[in-house]
């Protein structure tokens, strides 16, 4: 690419936070190729790190259960607090009361396994579709 050339920077991003790495990667894929700037991290940690730098984030997906440390639902409540306007996607294959009852407001539960297009359906009913960089 010529110097003089630059991609566009969208003015945010997605925040992915799952622990699995391969469904890590296919998820992210997924909403990179409708054109969304996607910053994935392997745990809440990872995720609170990628929400301190720019862009600002748009929207948050976390699995609920990261493994060892902070849950996705700390995480959740954490960005709940420091963005509440931000949409929060939960997923777990692992369907509990807490599950049910996480108390993060307005957020929207994904049961695993779904389909990547399931997911795709629902990020478009709250951030625009981009072209996709080539």
Do not use: C
């Amino acid at each position: 690419m010529p110097v003089n050339e630059r991609l566009p920077v969208w003015p945010y991003r997605i925040i992915l936070v799952e622990d699995d790495e391969n469904l890590r990667n296919v998820l992210a894929a997924a909403l990179r190729r409708q054109g969304w700037p996607v910053s994935p991290a392997p745990d809440a940690d990872g995720g609170l790190d990628a929400m301190g730098e720019p862009p600002r984030p748009a929207m948050l997906i976390t699995d609920i259960d990261l493994g060892p440390g902070p849950s996705g639902l700390l995480l959740a409540d954490h960005t709940k607090i420091r963005f509440p306007f931000v949409p929060i996607i939960l997923m777990s294959g692992h369907w509990t009361p807490e599950a049910e009852q996480h108390g993060v407001p307005d957020a929207v539960l994904l049961r695993k396994p779904f389909r990547v297009f399931d997911l795709v359906d629902v990020v478009k009913r709250f951030l625009p579709v981009q072209e996709p960089l080539e």
